[in-house]
Structures are given as structure tokens and as C-alpha cells.
């Protein structure tokens, strides 16, 4: 069974770096053809995707955010953790991780979502 | 990047109804699209993939069609536990793009 999670905290002040972390269970990031991606959704619901990484180190990034985003993996522990810095209200949103899982066979479909966490940005 | 554009915003429907639902790619993403479901509170899950291709668990009243530029995502009999926001995302072109959703509640 797949699953998810995320972690971190609720609320950052602007300017603060937010850290949070994607637990998961039920693949490996080792495997060939998984990925993890981070995904936010704002309050009027529009869904944007920040950074995926892939089992064998590629990342990618979005490119309005690149220049503070930070996407990592630690095998042994099943985690992915997504830093971005600088942080405005405007980052405001439930931020989610999801899996990539047919990345090998080019599919690159979102197959399992965690819960979501909302970051709320705010002196 | 390829810009997803879905059609009506929201839809108002009785259950029992069918609903049909429109994503419109900007250019040709082939085959590679799919569809969210996020339930009010819930994150998203997966609906359909490649199209028209449902994971397990999904139930046959959803079904999609459509290819190139232009898709559908059709319910048959809408329940209630339907009522939901639903994203079309394209996994052709990097950035694998979502679109804005479209809204079903009830009429």
C-alpha cells in the first residue's frame, strides 16, 4: 500500500525558509521509474507544481520558483524534502507530495497524493 | 508550458445525472492526459489515466475520451459522494501541467 505524508510546520514568517518533508511507504525512490513531486494549492484552488525528483537524481524545477526551491531525497529513510526560501504570504497553501510511478514507461500521471499540509505565511 | 484550460467552471447537477466535463490542451499532448478528483477537505486522487484508463478501485460510471488537444471526462448516474472539484493534467510536455478544475455541486 502507498502512502504519503507530509510535515512541517503550519506557519512561517515572511522571509523565513519553510522545510517540509514528504514521509512515504510502499516504494523505494531507488526503483527505477519513481519520482516524487510537490505540488501546492492556494486558497482559490488552483493547483502548481514546485519540484519532482526522480530515482535516478534528476530534479526539476519550476521556473518562476527555481531560485528558491530546493528538492533532496534520502533513500534510506523514504523521504523528500522541499526547502524554499524567502517566504511571502503569497506562498500561503496546502502544499502536497505525490508519487510519479510510471515514470519508466513515460507515464508521468500522479498515481497516489499525501493529505496536504497548509503552510500560512504571516508575521 | 503547455496551458490546460477546463470548461464550465463550475457545474450545477442533480444526482442521477450525467455530466460531461471539457479540458482543452493549448497544443497536442497525444494520449498522456489525466484526471483528479479532490473531494471538499480531501487531496486529490487519481481518476483516469492515458485518457480512459481507470486504476483500480474507480468505479465504471467515470470514463473519459478524447485525445490530442481536446478531452472529456464523463459520469454516468452521478452520486452523491461525487460532488467534487476535478483536474485534467497533461504528462506529455514538461511541465506536466494541471488545470484550473471544474466544480460539480449540486443543483
Known amino acids: 500500500q502507498v502512502t504519503l505524508r507530509e510535515s512541517g510546520p503550519a506557519l512561517v514568517k515572511p522571509t523565513q525558509t519553510l522545510t517540509l518533508t514528504c514521509t512515504f511507504s510502499?516504494?523505494?525512490?531507488?526503483?527505477?521509474?519513481?519520482?516524487v513531486i510537490w505540488i501546492r494549492q492556494t486558497p482559490g484552488k488552483a493547483l502548481e507544481w514546485l519540484a519532482r525528483?526522480?530515482?535516478?537524481?534528476?530534479?526539476y524545477y519550476n521556473t518562476s520558483l527555481q531560485t528558491r526551491l530546493t528538492i533532496s531525497k534520502d533513500t534510506s529513510k523514504n523521504q523528500v524534502v522541499l526547502t524554499m526560501t524567502n517566504m511571502d504570504p503569497v506562498d500561503t497553501a496546502t502544499y502536497y507530495c505525490?508519487?510519479?510511478?510510471?515514470?519508466?514507461?513515460?507515464?508521468?500521471?500522479?498515481?497516489?497524493w499525501g493529505q496536504g499540509i497548509l503552510v500560512t505565511v504571516s508575521s | 508550458e503547455v496551458v490546460m484550460t477546463q470548461s464550465p467552471a463550475t457545474l450545477s447537477v442533480s444526482p442521477g445525472e450525467r455530466v460531461t466535463l471539457s479540458c482543452r490542451a493549448s497544443q497536442s499532448v497525444s494520449s498522456k492526459l489525466a484526471w483528479h478528483q479532490q473531494k471538499p477537505g480531501q487531496a486529490p486522487r487519481l481518476l483516469i489515466y492515458s485518457v480512459s484508463t481507470r486504476p483500480t478501485g474507480i468505479p465504471a460510471r467515470f470514463s473519459g475520451s478524447g485525445s490530442g488537444t481536446e478531452f472529456t471526462l464523463t459520469i454516468n448516474s452521478l452520486q452523491s459522494e461525487d460532488f467534487a472539484v476535478y483536474y485534467c493534467q497533461q504528462y506529455y510536455n514538461w511541465p506536466h501541467t494541471l488545470g484550473q478544475g471544474t466544480e460539480v455541486e449540486i443543483k
Open positions: 505525490a508519487r510519479i510511478g510510471g515514470a519508466a514507461r513515460r507515464e508521468y500521471y500522479y498515481d497516489y
Open positions: 510502499g516504494f523505494s525512490l531507488s526503483t527505477s521509474g519513481m519520482c
Open positions: 525528483i526522480d530515482w535516478d537524481e534528476d530534479k
